[in-house]
């Protein structure tokens, strides 16, 4: 069967719309996303952005490099020449994107178990395509068939997007003069263990690797470091070779998290208060973007350093599009990922390791020390109630604390409650009925007060709506 009669086929699969998220394309491998959807993929995504350059990369599945030989195959065959990346992170297909102007493909499942595999996609310059800029269009051209192209198919060739990437990300951060560190770095058989030693190199840094082995499987830990429960090798080993600092990566290593000195886990809220120190000192009075979630350190630390805070709902298509809107210097949000204009308004976690590598060399106090100024409240982290009427729990909190003294309320994403040395946000998860709990407040006990007491609330509510 030639490519353009399969392309026009409706896609094999039960539910796109259970594969097409708001941010990418992600299901089980090949019962949900085969290779059959991949090439469809390809074709209705050159038909949609009418490119006719097309770069491609993957990360470790063993799913991965063949979907992305598919995707390529239905890019070309809609007349696009396809640069195949070959092995990367999705910063890697950011960089690529932006640097050589076209749009771009990434095959990962970031931390999905084994048995999925998704695609990222994205518009020339790394901007973002997500289900309202664009995936819907593509979603619903899978679904009916993509016409065949009647020119001349497009070729495919491969690149090695590694070294001009490792490049690029060093000119962005001062790293000359740096003391000498012990760095332990977690790539959890992800990508980070094929990018760090690039990256890397050269550099003052005695590097001990944990799990750099390429392995899609995962047989270490998830490659999920938002889970403590994956960080715990990582803080041993830090306190075992008495290192400097921890660097932990996820799956497709566009998300970084840390550990200091010690074996704590520092918080993204507390690393993005230091970038954004970093970036207002290097810009002084820029605009720096904070999700809702991050702590509220963040906005006050921003304003102290004279840049402009700007809080943005959670997700990293509406911290991309504030990011332009504003032209933002930099972003950052609670789950580990960061956002940087001089990378094209794209995340990168290896960006953010170089960032605190860099303000750690150029010290001589420990990471603890260091952070201890930009680290100012007690959060709960991100608690998950089962809601499957998540409306009528929300309103039942919100009418709770409604009209109390000195409390006050807003719906930009979920429900914030604040007070003057606390708040808390309950928001919907898009995928599961789930209640997403997040609190802080000036004190552990006041936290833990306000988080069990907002919980009995949540049990409660739930148990009134089944």
Same mark, same amino acid.
């Given at each position: 069967?030639?490519?353009?009669?399969?392309?026009?086929?409706?896609?094999?699969?039960?539910?796109?719309?259970?594969?097409?998220?708001?941010?990418?394309?992600?299901?089980?491998?090949?019962?949900?996303?085969?290779?059959?959807?991949?090439?469809?993929?390809?074709?209705?995504?050159?038909?949609?952005?009418?490119?006719?350059?097309?770069?491609?990369? &993957?990360?470790?599945?063993?799913?991965?490099?063949?979907?992305?030989?598919? @995707?390529?195959?239905?890019?070309?065959?809609?007349?696009?020449?396809?640069?195949?990346?070959?092995?990367? $992170?999705?910063?890697?297909?950011?960089?690529? =994107?932006?640097?050589?102007?076209?749009?771009?493909?990434?095959?990962?499942? $970031?931390?999905?178990?084994?048995?999925?595999?998704?695609?990222?996609?994205?518009?020339?310059?790394?901007?973002?395509?997500?289900?309202?800029?664009?995936?819907?269009?593509?979603?619903?051209?899978?679904?009916?068939?993509?016409?065949?192209? +009647?020119?001349?198919?497009?070729?495919?060739?491969?690149?090695?997007?590694?070294?001009?990437?490792?490049?690029?990300?060093?000119?962005?951060?001062?790293?000359?003069?740096?003391?000498?560190?012990?760095?332990?770095?977690?790539?959890?058989?992800?990508?980070?263990? &094929?990018?760090?030693? +690039?990256?890397?190199?050269?550099?003052?840094?005695?590097?001990?690797?944990?799990?750099?082995?390429?392995?899609?499987?995962?047989?270490?830990?998830?490659?999920?470091?938002?889970?403590?429960?994956?960080?715990?090798?990582?803080?041993?080993?830090?306190?075992? #070779?008495?290192?400097?600092?921890? @660097?932990?990566?996820?799956?497709?290593?566009?998300?970084?998290?840390?550990?200091?000195?010690?074996?704590?886990?520092?918080?993204?809220?507390?690393?993005?208060?230091?970038?954004?120190?970093?970036?207002?000192?290097?810009?002084?009075?820029?605009?720096?973007?904070?999700?809702?979630?991050? =702590?509220?350190?963040?906005?006050?630390?921003?304003?102290?350093?004279?840049?402009?805070?700007?809080?943005?709902?959670?997700?990293?298509?509406?911290?991309?599009?504030?990011m332009a809107r504003t032209n933002a210097v930099f972003g950052g949000e609670h789950s580990g990922h960061f956002y940087f204009?001089?990378?094209?308004?794209?995340?990168?976690?290896?960006?953010?390791?170089?960032?605190?590598?860099?303000?750690?060399?150029?010290?001589?106090?420990?990471? =603890?020390?260091?952070? $201890?100024?930009?680290?100012?409240?007690?959060? =709960?982290?991100?608690?998950?109630?089962?809601?499957?009427?998540?409306?009528?729990?929300?309103?039942?909190?919100?009418?709770?604390?409604?009209?109390?003294?000195?409390?006050?309320?807003?719906?930009?994403?979920?429900?914030?409650?604040?007070?003057?040395? /606390? /708040?808390? #946000?309950?928001?919907?998860?898009?995928?599961?009925?789930?209640?997403?709990?997040?609190?802080?407040?000036?004190?552990?006990?006041?936290?833990?007060?306000?988080?069990?007491?907002?919980?009995?609330?949540?049990?409660?509510?739930?148990?009134?709506?089944?």
């Amino acid at each position: 069967m030639f490519v353009e009669d399969r392309i026009r086929k409706r896609a094999e699969v039960s539910d796109l719309d259970k594969i097409f998220k708001a941010y990418d394309i992600r299901g089980v491998v090949p019962d949900e996303l085969s290779e059959s959807v991949a090439e469809a993929v390809g074709a209705a995504f050159v038909r949609l952005t009418g490119t006719k350059t097309l770069i491609t990369v &993957h990360d470790m599945r063993a799913s991965s490099a063949p979907l992305a030989e598919a @995707l390529g195959r239905g890019a070309a065959a809609q007349g696009a020449d396809v640069i195949n990346g070959g092995l990367g $992170s999705t910063d890697m297909v950011y960089y690529a =994107s932006g640097s050589l102007d076209m749009p771009g493909a990434m095959i990962t499942a $970031s931390h999905n178990p084994a048995r999925y595999n998704g695609i990222k996609l994205c518009k020339a310059g790394a901007k973002p395509v997500g289900i309202e800029t664009g995936l819907a269009e593509v979603r619903d051209m899978v679904a009916t068939g993509v016409p065949a192209y +009647q020119g001349t198919p497009g070729t495919i060739t491969s690149r090695d997007l590694l070294p001009g990437y490792a490049e690029y990300l060093r000119k962005l951060v001062d790293l000359s003069g740096i003391r000498p560190l012990t760095v332990v770095a977690d790539a959890g058989n992800g990508m980070a263990g &094929h990018t760090v030693p +690039q990256v890397f190199e050269g550099l003052p840094v005695t590097l001990i690797p944990l799990y750099f082995e390429l392995d899609g499987t995962f047989p270490n830990h998830e490659a999920n470091p938002i889970d403590p429960a994956n960080l715990r090798d990582l803080q041993q080993a830090v306190k075992d #070779n008495h290192a400097d600092i921890g @660097l932990a990566f996820d799956g497709d290593a566009d998300r970084c998290f840390v550990v200091d000195e010690r074996g704590e886990i520092v918080s993204p809220s507390v690393l993005t208060a230091l970038i954004a120190a970093r970036e207002l000192a290097r810009e002084p009075g820029a605009t720096v973007i904070h999700n809702l979630i991050t =702590s509220r350190a963040v906005p006050e630390l921003i304003t102290e350093h004279g840049g402009t805070p700007v809080r943005t709902r959670v997700g990293h298509s509406f911290i991309k599009a504030e990011m332009a809107r504003t032209n933002a210097v930099f972003g950052g949000e609670h789950s580990g990922h960061f956002y940087f204009r001089d990378f094209w308004f794209a995340d990168s976690g290896m960006l953010a390791a170089l960032h605190t590598l860099a303000a750690l060399g150029h010290h001589t106090r420990p990471l =603890s020390a260091l952070l $201890s100024e930009f680290s100012r409240y007690h959060a =709960s982290g991100e608690i998950n109630s089962e809601a499957h009427d998540q409306a009528a729990v929300t309103a039942r909190v919100r009418d709770v604390y409604a009209g109390q003294p000195g409390v006050r309320l807003d719906e930009l994403d979920g429900l914030t409650v604040s007070g003057d040395d /606390w /708040w808390f #946000n309950l928001r919907p998860s898009n995928t599961e009925p789930l209640l997403r709990l997040n609190v802080e407040a000036s004190s552990e006990a006041e936290m833990a007060a306000l988080r069990d007491e907002v919980l009995g609330l949540v049990a409660d509510a739930a148990d009134r709506s089944e």
